[in-house]
């Protein structure tokens, strides 16, 4: 394989040197190199939708990775969506790449299944977590980013819900107010 396409997912920070490390010591280097840094939001900044400064971020990180591996191979890269497996399959439209290798210590343990429904073989940098998420969180994470089926339901039903709140309050402050000024 000597045309060999790698896409490289740095998720998180993962330091550039170890990444050559690992691209250096492969059997057969690739001849094309693609590095994705998907943007790392936090919840905060997810809910106000303020994304800018997270995409930079992953911007730098991506650059500094291409920097570092520019004497490897032929590097190209950009940042990515939030979620990592749709980075993956948006510069899989325009990079068709022969494998992923996945970089960084934020990678979720559940990552390299998720990527592995693309249908190219994916591997690790290092050595992945341990913990495997709960359930529950699992089913969290989809519906907060966007990826289940569900989300626009418990969105639906989250502001309803939020919406009935807020008029029992009020109606309960009203209540109080007219007993207090003796008129109920």
Known sequence: MDGQNLLLLLVGDEPPARVLEAIESREEPPARIHVVAPTLVGP?????TAEDEA???AEVRAFE????LASQADVGGAAGDVDPVQAVEDALRDF???????????ADPDLEAALGRLGLPVERLGVPRTKRR???YRALRGLA???SDATLFVLFVGVNAALILVGVVLSLVALLVLWLIGRL
């Open 96 to 106: 068709p790449a022969d494998e992923i290798l996945v970089a960084g210590a934020a």
């Open 44 to 48: 905060l900044a997810w809910l106000a």
């Open 145 to 147: 980013s966007g990826r």
């Open 55 to 57: 995409r930079r971020q």
């Open 134 to 136: 709960s359930r529950p």
């Open 65 to 68: 990775i291409e920097w570092t």
